[in-house]
């Protein structure tokens, strides 16, 4: 068993989620900005990867009281449960993710991970070891399962995505999509890793809805098994 995965995250009008410096970019408006922290305060965890903490030090917390305030009548933490994918443990233990708001973290490292650094990181957060040289998601995903969690909320970067893509993770994909051209062949993109060579290996999406939002479209899309 694992939980059910559901990856959100913004794009350009030509698929870039960030600038060629990798800098965050603001792609869309108050309005999705809220649907995504109920999507937050909905979920038991809340998973990225090394990468996007490393550029964008995000806390992943629930911005809304009132959305916080439900979760504790519900019996859960403030937070979900936030958990970064760090096969060499490289996360500072300054990240806003280890700091802002309550709640539980999970750093998940692969067996390669500097120990020194593992040790320092877990005055922080749970360490999970999963995988040799990387971590290895389907072997991560069971894990946070019987943990208790059930619903997984990822928000990138484009190499973990891709990574849960691959292995046949992804229950949901939404995207919203922005009135912007970013540009550059370089520019970050949803699912980067590797790539799919072979088209028969390309995971089939089936679209669900597409709604005007402000002033781009919000796309939500389901895997096809």
């Known amino acids: 068993m694992r939980p059910h995965v559901t990856v959100n995250l913004a794009m350009s009008a030509d698929g870039k989620i960030s600038?060629?410096?990798?800098?965050?970019?603001?792609?869309?408006?108050?309005?999705?900005?809220?649907?995504?922290?109920?999507?937050k305060a909905r979920s038991d965890a809340i998973m990225v990867g090394i990468g996007t903490v490393l550029a964008d030090d995000p806390s992943l917390s629930v911005k809304s009281p009132e959305r916080r305030e439900q979760r504790l009548i519900s019996g859960v933490e403030e937070h979900p449960v936030r958990i970064v994918v760090d096969s060499q443990a490289r996360t500072p233990v300054s990240a806003d993710i280890l700091h802002k708001g309550n709640g539980k973290r999970i750093i998940a490292v692969s067996e390669k991970a500097p120990q020194s650094r593992v040790n320092e990181l877990s005055h922080f957060a749970e360490i999970i070891v999963a995988g040799k040289d990387t971590v290895d998601l389907i072997l991560l995903l069971p894990r946070l399962y019987e943990s208790g969690v059930r619903t997984l909320m990822v928000e990138g970067g484009g190499t973990l995505i891709w990574s849960l893509f691959r292995d046949g993770l992804v229950d949901e994909f939404i995207t919203y999509v922005g009135n912007m051209?970013?540009?550059?062949?370089?520019?970050?993109?949803p699912a980067e890793g590797d790539g799919f060579i072979d088209e028969g290996l390309f995971p089939r999406l089936r679209l669900e809805s597409c709604e005007k939002m402000e002033e781009g479209v919000l796309i939500r899309w389901k895997s096809v098994e």
């Open 19 to 39: 600038s060629i410096e990798r800098r965050q970019v603001k792609i869309s408006g108050k309005k999705d900005f809220d649907r995504v922290d109920d999507l």
């Open 181 to 189: 051209i970013i540009g550059g062949r370089n520019s970050p993109t």
